[in-house]
């Protein structure tokens, strides 16, 4: 049987690299924390805008405070432009903390729905491979599969290159969201709870 | 009930630090309109003037400020004007601007001042009208997205969607507006949040969890230490300075620190005023039409202070070659500006003023005091001054050559009137200026030696600034002459604010230095695209002989005295005339449109690119 892990350890370094550097510029995901107010997500998104920079992927939803959600923008960029959108980011009023996430000091997932053609005759290899990622089936239809799967980038991309064939019908993906390993919204935290009481 | 109301009126903003229980007495107190809580809110931040156009949806806030003791409201004749005499009015004073306009349109029209604003970190604070809530995304009349139209010009801007939240999005607007790097906020208030009533409690205090304008970084003793080091150890350094001298208020210290280390300066076109450019260190301003010696010594410096700056286009050419061979220091209260357009070699985030109060402390010049490198410097100055001369084909413009009637020896140049102005008012005046070549000139002859005294758009490079602004620069300070100096092109963009000046008796002047063209598109039109015309002719082609349009007549119109000036002898008595009036003033002197704005760095080019005849 395939061993996911044992697949993880031994994937492709070039692979990784072409995702890295999509584009020939650097791939940066980063964490901003902003208050729930009025247009936050315009301000961003024009920030992005005008301002020429690139989002390949955003998640946006509300945090355990719910006058806080937290953002995660996978953006590309060298190095300049990442620490000005980092800086720009920082200016804007209703953005409360922003983390720029390094290799291996976060960690990762994305959601993937998709929806597969599957006649009865590819119906149980794609179920076996779904098997093997440990994704699961959420419709089956006559002639079409619906498949959730979570992961992270490498794994995803392996998953829908083997699914390719099969022919993908649709695909909606919720992008990329992260969390550092340690902690460090505490502090964003109490300035919060210092606000709520007035 | 009626005591209350009476605390109303003279609300604790009389006395600046009111305790804040006295502030808090007149909110429960007494139920207010929605409309009259903004305006007992911009009573509680100080606010005496408001350029506000009324409209359907601003008109609630209009009748509430007919009932305010303390804030004049004037009427501009447009949104544009509004918007702009509240940069003045901010750029003049120091003081946050208000300007207030209804949805829609109005709203619209207010948009080039709040990017003019925004571009020059003025704090200004535009209040739209907006249509009801339950109106808005219906495309109703009058409605516009506010909000989304001003979003990539505002510091930061408010849609009130609950009428409790009203005093502390005011309060909130004006501190963004006034502290750290400053610039505008939009409030946008829809009609029934306007109309509808409670009992306001004011907040005393803003808390934003995403906005520290903190004056300096932690680390700003030691990277301050660092500096001081190396101004000790360069030979050729040069202390770059702009708007951030003026907003922060360090022109003291800038002179401070210049006079104890010896260290020539030069300023952004921003940061004119910010020193004296009579100093004996002063290199006037940088950049694509400053001065050659400036410019010069930018180039072969060896350590750039740049304080408050923002490395802009206009004043680095070629950002790669710009200062190649100097270290480059870079003091700013925005982290954002460092390592935005040139990387520097050593950076702190930190006020201007603070950060020059504690470089004075540690600070020293070497032995030598850079005698060698000023008097290299000197050389350049006496070499390169500004200059200009009467060409032939000045001399034969269709217009003029048909005034001067063969008297042409008598031709007034545009640098002339400005270098007259100059010697009239001793330098003293607060100048504002359109866009265009009357904008460098003005830069150029007039010898600036305080903040706040040259009010330009400079970021935007918005036309028509120049004679809203100084009508709120005059609001302001109406204790200083204020002088617009402006081209026939950008007058024409805002000239019914001579209305404006003229009913509510703000004696803002006007000089029209009349070309009758864009003259700096004419200038680029004759150095780049062989001097063909692209709608720059701004006169009458069936009649080129004669001054289009008439400018006495229209000043007339407007009930404001006005003259024109065509001989060079009468310049003099022309000026001391307009200066001796107590009223608006409309002074219309033709010069020849063939003059170029000299020296001039082309574009994206460096140094050694540059033109000086």
């Known amino acids: 049987m395939f061993d996911w892990l044992h697949f993880a350890a031994d994937r492709n370094i070039a692979r990784q690299r072409a995702l890295t550097y999509k584009g020939g510029l650097m791939r940066h995901t980063i964490s901003v924390l902003v208050e729930n107010k009025f247009g936050v997500l315009a301000r961003i998104a024009e920030l992005f805008s005008g301002r020429g920079y690139n989002i390949d992927t955003l998640n946006v939803a509300p945090t355990l405070d719910a006058k806080l959600s937290r953002m995660t923008i996978v953006t590309r960029g060298d190095d300049a432009t990442l620490e000005q959108i980092i800086k720009q980011l920082n200016k804007l009023v209703n953005v409360v903390q922003i983390q720029d996430f390094r290799e291996g000091q976060y960690v990762d997932r994305e959601l993937i729905l998709l929806k597969v053609k599957a006649d009865s005759k590819a119906r149980s290899e794609i179920m076996q491979i779904c098997d093997i990622f440990r994704a699961k089936i959420v419709d089956v239809q006559q002639r079409e599969l619906s498949i959730e799967i979570t992961g992270t980038e490498d794994k995803l991309e392996k998953f829908l290159q083997l699914m390719d064939p099969f022919g993908i019908v649709d695909i909606t993906r919720t992008g990329k969201v992260a969390m550092p390993r340690q902690t460090k919204t505490a502090a964003a935290s109490e300035a919060m709870g210092v606000r709520s009481q007035h | ?199 306001p409690v004011f907040p005393t205090e803003v ?279 402006d081209g026939d092109g950008s007058f024409m963009m805002n000239v019914h604010e001579l209305a404006t000046a003229h009913i509510e008796r703000i004696a803002a002047k006007a000089i029209i230095l009349n070309n009758q063209h864009l003259g700096m598109v004419v200038q680029w039109e004759d150095r780049f695209y062989q001097g063909v015309r692209g709608n720059t002719y701004l006169g009458d082609p069936r009649n080129p002989h004669q001054i289009y349009p008439n400018y006495m007549q229209i000043a007339q119109g407007f009930g404001v005295p006005a003259e024109r000036v065509v001989f060079k002898r009468d310049v003099r008595p022309a000026l001391e005339r307009m200066l001796a009036s107590n009223e608006p003033y409309v002074l219309d002197v033709i010069v020849p449109f063939t003059e170029h704005v000299l020296p001039m760095i082309p574009a994206g080019k460096g140094f050694n690119d540059i033109i000086t005849e």
């Open chain 2, 1 to 199: 009930m009626t005591k209350k109301t009476e605390t109303k009126t003279k609300p604790a903003q009389a006395a600046p630090a009111a305790p804040p229980a006295a502030a808090r007495t007149t909110g429960p107190g007494r139920p207010m309109k929605g409309a009259e809580i903004v305006v007992e809110c911009l009573e509680r931040e100080g606010v005496e003037v408001i350029f506000g156009y009324p409209g359907g949806a601003s008109l609630e806030l209009h009748q509430a400020l007919t009932r305010s003791k303390k804030i004049r409201t004037i009427l501009p004749r447009h949104e544009q004007g509004g918007a702009f005499a509240a940069g003045g009015y901010a750029r003049a004073s120091g003081k946050v601007g208000v300007c207030m306009s209804t949805s829609g349109p109005g709203a619209t029209n207010l948009v080039s001042g709040i990017a003019d604003a925004y571009m020059d970190s003025v704090p200004v604070v535009a209040i739209t009208g907006q249509v009801p809530q339950a109106m808005i995304g219906k495309t109703s009349f009058q409605e516009t997205d506010v909000f989304g139209l001003t979003l990539p010009v505002v510091k930061h801007s408010y849609l009130v969607t609950d009428l409790a939240d009203l005093p502390r999005i005011v309060k909130e607007a004006f501190y963004v507006a006034r502290t750290g790097r400053p610039g505008p906020v939009v409030i946008d208030v829809p009609k029934n949040i306007q109309q509808s009533t409670t009992q």
């Open chain 2, 207 to 485: 808390h934003l969890p995403g906005y520290n304008p903190s004056p300096c970084a932690d680390d700003l003793d030691a990277k301050l230490a660092e500096m001081a080091g190396l101004i000790e150890k360069s030979e050729r350094p040069v202390i770059y300075c702009g708007g951030g001298i003026i907003s922060s208020g360090a022109h003291k210290e800038l002179l401070e620190f210049a006079e104890k280390t010896q260290i020539p300066v030069t300023t952004t076109l921003m940061g004119i005023g910010g020193f004296p450019e009579t100093h004996p260190l002063s290199l006037k301003w940088l950049g694509m039409h400053g001065t050659v010696y400036a410019n010069w010594a930018v180039e072969n410096a060896d350590l750039l202070i740049a304080l408050g700056v923002r490395f802009d286009d206009r004043v680095t050419g070629n950002v790669k070659s710009f200062c190649k061979h100097g270290m480059i220091v870079h003091i700013d209260i925005d982290p954002s500006e460092i390592n935005k357009n040139k990387p520097a070699n050593l950076a702190a985030v930190a006020d201007a003023r603070l950060a020059l109060q504690r470089l004075n402390k540690i600070a020293r010049a070497p032995s030598h005091k850079f005698a060698k490198w000023r008097a290299a410097i000197g050389e350049q100055k006496a070499k390169f001054p500004f200059r200009y001369k009467v060409t032939d084909e000045a001399r034969h413009n269709l217009y003029v050559h048909d005034l001067l009637k063969d008297d042409e020896t008598r031709i007034i140049m545009p640098q002339f009137v400005i270098q007259e102005l100059c010697a009239l008012t001793k330098g003293d005046a607060i100048i504002t200026t359109g866009v265009g070549q009357h904008q460098m000139w003005s830069g150029q002859y007039y010898d600036f030696t305080a903040p706040r005294t040259f009010i330009t758009s400079g970021g935007l490079g918005a036309m028509g600034f120049g004679y809203p602004a100084a009508i709120g620069a005059k609001v302001a300070r109406p204790d200083k002459e204020v002088i617009d100096i």
